[in-house]
């Protein structure tokens, strides 16, 4: 979907949790902004910022060996569009920074190029405590 509806959004963070979980980088390549910031505070305080390449090379190394289906949990708690700028506020349970992470994430879209670009994502992530 190429239009600036909730609809078309919500259906490219489906295609970003499908391109995330399966590692598929040429696909995540066109969703992710060249200018993508992505930060992530983990609950002992500790901040990790990555540009799309640094990004990018952690979802591959993370989801190496995965099963794409045991990782598409999500919950969106929020999903707005205005004009050509989106945001979304979902939360995930996913093996980035451990092996079964609980993350909420904020992220900021851009339509550009005829098409939903990630711009920036703020993470919070922390230990899932029913994987525990």
Known sequence: MTEKTNEALHSKVQDLMKYGTSANMEELDKIYHNDIVVMDLSIDGRLVTLEKQGFMA???EAFKDKIPEDHMWSKIHSLTVNGDRGHVLISRKIPVGGPKMLIDLS??????DGRWQVT???NFSRPDTEAA
């Open 58 to 60: 952690m979802i591959k």
């Open 120 to 122: 920036r994502e703020v």
């Open 107 to 112: 992220i900021d879209f851009v339509f550009e």
